[in-house]
């Protein structure tokens, strides 16, 4: 089954303490980007990658880094979370940067940072 | 200025009848897709339908049709015979252009209501 698979799904930690958060997809995807999911402020993009080891900032990259050193996989960085942090994270790919594409989502990381 | 906009903050429709959640978009680039997104209560995001820039048809997708007026800058998605499963929050958004970021520019959403 085609999917983007994000771990943990949730996740309750403290200021300071590094995470990351994994993102893999099995569709051979060039492009993945992650976002942040806020109310009032709708979803923002964090970073992409638009290929194996090309990434970029997106809107909202401070406090953020990512590597892709494999196609599929597309981790998020966090070396030292704030409260500020706190947000759904969502990962996603796509075939290419066409802006024909639709991007697939995983299911979603419920971050706290107490 | 928004580059998604749904007017709509909530919506409330009758179990099997046909619903209308709106949108606008604004952009320069010739070359973009339109694309809407299902939110449910459990979180995940859910691809529904897209409509190319270029498309002269509606997308069609089972129930989920795009009403795609491209002078209006408009991409209205329409439920037919909705469902109570259909309640969530729908998520209208674009991909821009050739180069740059090619995110997805979300609107706020439109949380819909299916009442039986």
């Known amino acids: 089954e085609a999917q983007v698979t994000q771990n943990p799904r949730y996740l309750i930690t403290v200021t300071g303490k590094k995470l990351t958060v994994t993102c893999s997809q099995n569709m051979n995807h060039e492009y993945m980007s992650w976002y942040r999911q806020d109310p009032g402020l709708g979803l923002r993009q964090i970073y992409y990658s638009m290929n194996v080891e090309v990434t970029d900032k997106g809107d909202v990259p401070e406090g953020y880094k990512v590597s892709r050193k494999e196609k599929r996989n597309f981790p998020l960085i966090l070396e030292s979370p704030s409260p500020n942090q706190t947000s759904l994270y969502f990962c996603?790919?796509?075939?290419?940067?066409?802006?024909?594409?639709?991007?697939?989502f995983g299911d979603g990381t419920r971050l706290s940072i107490l | 200025a928004q580059k998604i906009t749904q007017t709509q903050p909530g919506m409330f429709v009758q179990e099997k009848e046909a619903v209308t959640l709106d949108c606008t978009y604004d952009t320069s680039d010739q070359s973009y897709g339109l694309f809407w997104y299902k939110q449910p209560s459990s979180g995940e995001m859910i691809f529904l339908i897209y409509q190319g820039s270029y498309d002269e048809q509606n997308a069609t997708e089972g129930r989920y049709s795009l009403n795609f007026q491209k002078a209006r800058k408009s991409a209205n998605l329409v439920i037919s015979a909705s469902q109570l499963g259909d309640s969530a929050m729908y998520f209208c958004a674009m991909r821009e252009g050739l180069t740059g970021r090619r995110a997805l520019t979300f609107g706020s959403g439109t949380r819909l209501q299916v009442q039986p």
């Open positions: 996603a790919s796509t075939q290419t940067g066409d802006p024909h594409q639709p991007q697939h």
